[in-house]
Every structure is written in structure tokens, then in C-alpha cells.
């Protein structure tokens, strides 16, 4: 299995960044994939993630900012990062979301992490 991801760097606030992962080595298309994030010092946390029919989950932080989707064509996964602020500074990885709970109608919560790449670093500062 291989994530590899790509796509971060540095941005003013405000400004827009988008992330791609590569995916390998499994059936990309039966995963429901995501983006978390990790700050030093600090736990994990989802940012968004996608089903395989399509249905994203975004944290609170990012809704109507980030917007995630996926190619299971191209095996690829990627996260359109828009109105930046300070605080999205952190290393950006590429997931499979391993466990997951239902919400009402389509809305579902990621669990636990799968596999992860090594990650890309976003640093969004003035």
C-alpha cells in the first residue's frame, strides 16, 4: 500500500492550496478515503474524508472552505483548500478511513485511520 501526497506549502491567509494523494497497492475504489491533520503536541484530526459513493464528511473547522473528491479512475484523492487561515498550518496526510459512524440520511463520521502517507506540510502564515 502507498499514499503518497503532494500539493502543500506556503500561503498567506486567505490564499488557496490543493492537495492530491496517489494512491497504490489497493482497491482504491472500495476505501472511504480522507485528509487529517496533525499539529505538534497535538492529536490527529480529521479534516474531510469521502465514501465511495461520493458522500463527504467535512470537520467543522473547514466547512465551506475545503472541498474534498476523489478519481477512482486515477486512483487519486484530493482536497481544494480555499480562504486559508493560520490556524489549517499543520502536516496534511492522506488516509483510509478504517472505521466510521452513521449519521442522519447520508452523514457519517471517520473513525480510525488505515493507511496514511507521510504527508505534506501546509503553513499558512502572513
Known amino acids: 500500500v502507498k499514499l503518497v501526497e503532494r500539493g502543500g506549502g506556503s500561503v498567506q491567509p486567505g490564499g488557496s492550496l490543493r492537495l492530491s494523494c496517489a494512491a497504490s497497492g489497493f482497491i482504491f475504489s472500495h476505501y472511504r478515503m480522507g485528509w487529517a491533520r496533525q499539529v505538534p503536541g497535538k492529536r490527529f484530526e480529521w479534516v474531510s474524508a469521502?465514501?465511495?459513493?461520493?458522500?463527504?464528511y467535512y470537520g467543522d473547522a473547514v466547512k465551506g472552505r475545503f472541498t474534498i473528491s476523489r478519481d477512482d479512475a486515477k486512483n487519486t484523492l484530493d482536497l481544494q483548500m480555499n480562504i486559508l487561515k493560520t490556524e489549517d498550518t499543520a502536516l496534511y496526510l492522506c488516509?483510509?478511513?478504517?472505521?466510521?459512524?452513521?449519521?442522519?440520511?447520508?452523514?457519517?463520521?471517520?473513525?480510525?485511520?488505515?493507511?496514511r502517507g507521510q504527508g505534506t506540510q501546509v503553513t499558512v502564515s502572513s
Open positions: 488516509a483510509t478511513v478504517r472505521s466510521w459512524t452513521r449519521g442522519e440520511g447520508a452523514a457519517w463520521t471517520p473513525g480510525d485511520f488505515g493507511f
Open positions: 469521502i465514501d465511495t459513493d461520493g458522500s463527504p
